[in-house]
């Protein structure tokens, strides 16, 4: 059974950094590209990165160019998202998902919350 | 952008009741692949999302047959033959085929 499983989230003030786990089980990690997508609090969803399956390489939206960096570690089957600079309209609930275009498996996602 | 406009915004149906999402893209989603990257899936409330259709029509194997998916380069259609209690939820169409990804605003259907 495919699991990703988020953890690291949190309430973190504007300007500080946060960094965001995916544990992936169930399939061979690293023959998938994986993402991040994000849901701000009663609003849609929203693609914020994407790494390819052996992660050379990497897209981002332009909003999060240069504050996040998405990363993967292929020998202990995990996904990252090092969110730097952080504002508070990244606060959201982040799901880690499987696929670089597919997004076939989404985890239960990890609520963000920037605020003073 | 590739921006993806759904309609209705939202949808109240009986159970049994036929139901149909439309999707519009403001450019073709056909690829150089010569595949289309147009995705739907549902999120039912309090859940993260869930697969259901993936390159326009193709189910996912858990997916009932009573779900389909059509169209073609800037406009798709989702449709369901007979809704069902578990169908609640917000159904989104979401494009993979240009960077960014991008997904539509949502369709909510709830039940009479």
């Known amino acids: 059974e495919v699991q990703l499983v988020e953890s690291g989230g949190g309430l973190v003030q504007p300007g500080r950094s946060m960094k965001l786990s995916c544990a992936a089980s169930g399939f061979t990690f690293s023959n998938y590209g994986m993402a991040w997508v994000r849901q701000a609090p009663t609003k849609g969803l929203e693609w914020v990165a994407t790494?390819?399956?052996?992660?050379?390489?990497?897209y981002y939206r332009d909003s999060v160019k240069g504050r996040f960096t998405i990363s993967r570690d292929n020998a202990k089957s995990t996904l990252y998202l090092q969110m730097n600079s952080l504002r508070s309209e990244d606060t959201a609930t982040y799901y880690c998902?499987?696929?670089?275009?597919?997004?076939?498996?989404w985890g239960q996602g990890v609520m963000v919350t920037v605020s003073s | 952008d590739v921006v993806m406009t759904q309609t209705p915004v939202s949808l109240s149906l009986a159970i049994g009741q036929p139901a149909s999402i439309s999707c519009k893209s403001s450019q073709s989603l056909l690829g150089t692949s010569g595949k289309t990257f147009l995705n739907w899936i549902l999120q039912r409330p309090g859940q993260s999302p869930k697969r259901l259709i993936y390159q326009v029509s193709k189910l996912y194997s858990e997916v009932p047959d009573r779900f389909s998916g059509s169209g073609s380069e800037t406009e798709f259609t989702l449709k369901i033959s007979r809704v069902e209690a578990e169908d609640l939820g917000v159904y989104y169409c979401?494009?993979?085929?240009?960077?960014?990804?991008?997904f539509g605003a949502g369709t909510k259907l709830e039940l009479k």
């Open positions: 998902t499987r696929g670089s275009i597919t997004r076939d498996y």
């Open positions: 790494i390819s399956y052996d992660g050379s390489s990497t």
């Open positions: 979401w494009q993979g085929t240009h960077f960014p990804h991008t």
